[in-house]
C-alpha cells in the first residue's frame, strides 16, 4: 500500500548532486549543464531552475504556440463580424 510518504518523497528521484540534479518535469537525471542557471542563492551559489533545458524550451514553444492561436482566433473573430453593421443605429 501507498502511503503519504511515498507520495512526497519518491525513492526513484536521487538527490541533486554537485554535478547532477533530476529534471522536475521531464524526470530524467542529467548533467547540471542541461539546466539554465537561475540566479544565486543566499551563500552565493548558483542556483538551476527545476526543469532542464529540453523542458523549458518545450515549455516556451507549448506557450508561443498557445499565443499564437490565440491571436488567430481573435482575428477570426474579428473578420467574422458580419459586415454593414457597425455604426448602424439599433432603432
Ligand atoms: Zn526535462
Redesign the pocket.
Known sequence: MMTLKDLFEPTAIEPDSETERT??????R?NIL?FYRDGKDSKGNDKYRR??????R?QRLSERKAKRKAEEAARQKVQAKPPGKRGRPKK
Open positions: 529534471c522536475g518535469s521531464c524526470l530524467e542529467k542541461e526543469d532542464c533545458k529540453d523542458c523549458y518545450k
